[in-house]
């Protein structure tokens, strides 16, 4: 490959909260054994170091000494543009359309407070990323959950019955879309999407459509948009984006919206502007410019086929090695979302065991419970593969398979 995907970076001490969460006063508290060290598996960023396009980008702006007041360039708007033709198919994009956000939650708070009030019911799917739970609840809304299910071929699905029954009888008129769906790693077919869509028409229901791993999407499968399955989409949807997943900025903040009914476009600008605090910084617009590049699209691609080896080998050993254990393979996004409901129950044992066990042999991922579904866990596969193989072997000897 022409990018490095192997290497081990060490980034203790390089403000990271993955590896330094020991010294994290809000993380679960645990003590390492002597002679394993810490394997992040738990916060969604990445452990490849990025595009070399990104720091180049970085560094010749800092470069100059000067960091005063700017708007953004045609440079960032031209490069949104091109990168959502190339890699998603949308045209006539207009910058306009365009609107900055400090992050996809902020994004999302943003447009509740313009189509909501306090106390509203919004409608998710479940299981339900944390970050939607804590940002409807931190604001005064009431979260309507559908659940999800697994069909015969264990493929995560909607339950669109359910979904309008909750509609009706709850007076819903906001909902949030997760597309590549965050923990299940759903990629959503056309059918899918228009057929929620439709539901959404026929009851008046705004969209917030979470599309921030768009480009993370393994072989075989494809990003829909919500807004191009037809012009009433466009038109209710808000569409949040951000090269935060893809490239692994979250440190730098910087996500966008795109929104095509310039009513909504413009109530967001100014509930943004109340606050004053959605404001772009100069080295996240640069970052954004050198990632999306035609290096930043070769880097992605090979990103991806490391991504889908890595999910290879690790849905491969779950079903070989850890009976008990359920997972769908994801057709996006670097998560697992694993079920170890069975494996808990056979062995009268818990998650918070299966936290604590992992975390002491440097193990980190994440509770699952988090996400509404009790006795699960989420895994971050977006390292080296032999940093994955050692997380696999780890928890065969030590927690899955332990004696």
């Given amino acids: 490959m022409k990018y490095d995907f192997t290497s081990i970076m060490d980034r203790h001490g390089k403000d990271s909260i993955a590896v330094d969460c020991q010294d994290n006063p809000a993380f679960r508290k645990f003590e390492l054994k002597e002679g394993f060290d810490i394997i992040p598996m738990w916060v969604a960023d990445m452990n490849f170091p990025t595009v070399p396009t990104i720091p180049q980008a970085i560094i010749e702006r800092a470069s100059h000494p000067a960091y005063g007041y700017f708007r953004p360039t045609d440079a960032y708007y031209n490069g949104i543009i091109e990168w959502q033709k190339d890699r998603h198919g949308v045209e006539g994009i207009k910058p306009e359309n365009i609107g900055y956000e400090n992050g996809v939650l902020g994004g999302v708070a943003t447009v509740l407070s313009v189509l909501c009030s306090k ?94 791993w768009s480009d993370l999407i393994m072989p075989g499968y494809k990003h829909i948009p919500t807004q191009s399955i037809s012009e009433d989409a466009k038109m209710r949807t808000v569409a949040m984006y951000a090269p935060s997943k893809t490239f692994n900025l979250a440190g730098l903040i910087g996500s966008y919206h795109i929104v095509y009914n310039q009513w909504l476009n413009d109530r967001m600008l100014k509930e943004s502007s109340l606050g004053h605090y959605n404001s772009m910084n100069v080295l996240s617009m640069h970052a954004l410019i050198g990632a999306y590049t035609k290096e930043g699209r070769e880097w992605v691609d090979e990103l991806c086929e490391v991504l889908n080896g890595n999910i290879e080998f690790a849905v491969n050993y779950i079903n070989e090695h850890f009976k008990g254990v ?28 299966l936290l604590d066990t992992a975390y002491s042999y440097g193990v980190i991922y994440q509770d699952g419970r988090n996400f509404k579904i009790p006795d699960t866990i989420r895994m971050n596969l977006a390292l080296p593969l032999s940093r994955v193989q050692e997380a696999f072997a780890r928890l065969d000897r030590y927690v899955f398979n332990a004696e």
Wanted: proline share 3%; with cysteine.
């Fill in 119 to 212: 106390g509203d019911k919004v409608l998710v799917q479940k299981p339900t990323y944390v970050g939607f739970t804590g940002v409807l609840t931190n604001n005064g809304y009431n979260i309507i959950h559908s659940g999800m299910y697994k069909d015969e071929n264990n493929i995560w699905r909607i339950d669109y019955e359910d979904m309008e029954k909750k509609i009706v009888e709850e007076h819903i008129h906001m909902a949030i879309f997760c597309s590549p769906h965050n923990p299940t790693g759903r990629v959503w077919e056309r059918e899918e999407i228009e057929k929620y869509m439709d539901i959404c028409r026929r009851h008046d229901v705004y969209v917030i459509s979470d599309e921030i």
């Fill in 326 to 353: 359920k997972v769908a393979r994801p057709q996006g996004t670097y998560m697992l979302y694993l079920d170890c409901a069975e494996w808990c129950r056979e062995h009268g044992k818990t998650v918070d065991d």
